[in-house]
């Protein structure tokens, strides 16, 4: 079957792969979904406030385990290789599958240690989209192995210490200095709701959002865009932000507020400072009036909010590039209430707020911009918010 990606779903051929490439069943399958941030970007790491929902496409892994204590990967996105890694240590797996030991090791490190394991992981998820494949790799095998060690990860206190041990996977394994939405997102998200997190305190709060009943539908734009100098562009910005907060004796950004970016102090801080904290600061109000709104049922009403996102990661935060920013405006142009980059940026993919039936129309824009600029074919899919990760 072809998923709205022009890819593969994966349903139950996890096991049958399992299966041929290790010539056993798995113990256990758990899948979990991919993320679009509705706003508040670059936020989590300065203790701020960020709406992702889960994403119908999920990644699953199927898990065994074995009794030595050898840690073998495959996947059907790479047929015939098998990754097999004799020890765990971080920092030691280059590739693809360093998701997988990243979290597999981090479980060991917190005392749930699973020994030796077989994984089979299949994705729906396009990889580099921004969508958080790799976070939905950490979260599936994360929910695998919490169950074979007898962890029951079914509270949301018990996810809550879970996303951390897979922030610390990637990390401290995989070497990103990202902070804890997207595997919140992947492991705390529900059906129909938009997930507020506080990432100072990690609490999240469920927000209803029926865009069905309204009439409206979230179009997601994979612009294909080649990523470039993501990780150590993404790592600048963190820095800045951290050296910011140092500079103005707070704990964080979080504790800056709009007020404050008009007081000497605020002012003081060198051009580029002052625009990375302008950027956050508000973003945190504007997740907090986004929320509001969704809460008084104005939905449409939130579109003004992610256009003004889109501009402040663009003019301020600098984490956009010419392609999406034609999506964006694209968009628009088209009818959409709202729109704006997802996720860390430098590509990946766009949000568009519109009604349903604008949908094609929207499509058809963006589709023409994309072919006057030569930047080829564009993805597209609409997206309902769907559930965290769970065992299948
Ligand atoms: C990436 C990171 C997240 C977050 C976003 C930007 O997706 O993994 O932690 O910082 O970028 O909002």
Excluded at 122 to 138: F, I, M, N, Q, W
Excluded at 175 to 187: H, K
Excluded at 193 to 202: F, I, K, P, W
């Amino acid at each position: 079957m072809v998923n709205a990606l022009g890819g593969f779903t994966v349903d139950d051929s996890a096991v049958a792969d399992f299966r041929s490439v290790f010539g056993r069943a798995p113990e256990t399958v758990w899948a979990a979904p991919g993320r679009v941030n509705v706003i508040g970007e670059h936020t989590d790491y300065n203790d701020g406030f960020s709406l992702p929902i889960a994403l119908p496409l999920r990644t699953i892994a199927a898990v065994g385990r074995r009794d030595d204590n050898v840690l073998r990967v495959a996947s059907a996105q790479r047929p015939g290789e098998i990754v097999t890694l004799p020890d765990l240590v971080p920092g030691k797996t280059e590739s693809w599958a360093s998701y997988a030991a990243g979290i597999v090791w981090a479980l060991r490190e917190a005392g749930r240690d699973a020994g030796g394991l077989d994984v089979f992981v299949d994705s729906e998820l396009p990889e580099g989209a921004g969508l958080s494949s790799s976070a939905a790799l950490e979260c599936a095998v994360g929910g695998a192995v919490a169950e074979l060690v007898g962890w029951n990860i079914e509270p949301d206190l018990a996810r809550a210490e879970l996303v951390r041990l897979a922030q610390r996977a990637e990390n401290e394994d995989v070497r990103a200095p990202t902070g804890i939405m997207d595997q919140t997102a992947s492991l705390r998200c529900t059906d129909g709701h938009a997930l507020l997190l506080d990432a100072r305190t990690a609490a999240v709060t469920q927000v209803p959002f029926d865009l069905r009943a309204d009439g409206l539908a979230l179009l997601v734009v994979d612009s294909k865009t080649p990523h470039e100098h993501v990780h150590s562009e993404y790592a600048a910005r963190r820095r800045t932000c951290e050296e910011a907060a140092a500079t103005l004796g707070v704990p964080s950004l979080r504790d800056v507020s709009e007020e404050d970016l008009d007081t000497p102090a605020v002012r003081a801080l060198d051009e580029l400072s002052y625009r990375r904290v302008r950027h956050v600061v508000t973003e945190n109000a504007r997740v907090l009036r986004t929320v509001d709104l969704l809460e008084d049922g104005r939905v449409r009403e939130i579109g003004p909010m992610l256009t003004a996102s889109h501009a402040s990661l663009r003019d301020d935060y600098e984490v956009s590039v010419p392609r999406i920013d034609a999506t964006v405006d694209a968009a628009l142009d088209a009818g959409a209430y709202g729109a704006r980059i997802t996720g860390g940026g430098f590509g990946g993919c766009v949000i568009a707020l519109a009604d349903a039936d604008t949908i094609e129309q929207l499509q058809a824009a963006i589709q023409r911009t994309y072919a006057a600029r030569d930047y080829g074919q564009p993805g597209f899919f609409t997206v309902a918010p769907s559930a965290g990760a769970h065992r299948l």
